[in-house]
């Protein structure tokens, strides 16, 4: 069974860097073609994706927010963690990682996390 | 990037009508070779993380009632309920993965009318 669980701070100040990581179980990061990503939802908006990171430690970002994030993997401790650096309070949202599967669900994020609510204010 | 773009923002429809979602991606979503389209379909509750309902834009995932239907092929695709129940009032997207990045729909709304 395939569970994933992001922690992180819920309140960070405006130009402050955020950290979130995402622990997850069921599946090793280190197994071919395994990937976890990251999406954001601000309140009452649609679904934005961040960065993917492949188990061969292949990194995707988003264009729009490249400069801003970082991913990186701890295997051994099958965690995920992103760092999105000059916080804005357009930032606020609430930050899922997910589950990109392999084989027959290739690419597809078929499980996430419950999400934690990032507010970003002074 | 690729743009997907559903219609319409939001429906309401009697319980046990058909409710039709249209998503439509700015390039083809099919890949050739493997004559598949990547593209997902999810359900969101209220305070609930995003939930898969269908991959290759027609595979059902397991446990998803088969009233949940996906249709379509390279740029336009259809998420058809077929007889809408009460607990299928949600928020649906459509995403892509063919590319990075991958690209979600703005959602659609599903209400009871």
């Known amino acids: 069974q395939i569970t994933l669980k992001e922690s992180g701070p819920t309140l960070v100040k405006p130009t402050q860097t955020l950290t979130l990581t995402c622990t997850f179980s069921?599946?090793?990061?280190?197994?071919?073609?395994?990937?976890v990503g990251w999406i954001r939802q601000p309140p009452g908006k649609a679904l934005e994706w961040l960065a993917l990171i492949y188990w061969d430690d292949d990194k995707r970002y988003s264009p729009s927010l490249k400069s801003r994030l970082t991913i990186i993997k701890d295997t051994s401790k099958n965690q995920v963690v992103l760092t999105m650096s000059n916080m804005d309070p357009v930032d606020t949202a609430t930050y899922y990682c997910?589950?990109?599967?392999?084989?027959?669900?290739?690419?597809?994020?078929?499980?996430w996390g419950q999400g934690t609510l990032v507010t970003v204010s002074s | 990037d690729i743009v997907m773009t559903q219609s319409p923002d939001s429906l309401a429809v009697s319980l046990g009508e058909r409710a039709t979602i249209n998503c439509e991606s700015s390039?083809?979503?099919?890949?050739?070779?493997?004559?598949?389209?990547?593209l997902a379909w999810y359900q969101q509750k209220p305070g609930q993380p995003p939930k898969l309902l269908i991959y290759?834009?027609?595979t059902r995932e397991s446990g998803v009632p088969d009233r949940f239907s996906g249709s379509g092929s390279g740029t336009d695709f259809t998420l058809t309920i077929s007889s809408l129940q009460a607990e299928d009032v949600a928020v649906y997207y459509c995403q892509q993965y063919y590319t990075t990045p991958r690209t979600f729909g703005q959602g659609t709304k599903v209400e009871i009318k």
């Open positions: 997910a589950h990109r599967g392999t084989g027959n669900y290739e690419g597809v994020f078929q499980h």
């Open positions: 290759w834009a027609s």
């Open positions: 390039q083809s979503i099919l890949h050739s070779s493997k004559k598949k389209n990547h």
């Open positions: 069921g599946f090793s990061l280190s197994t071919n073609g395994m990937g």
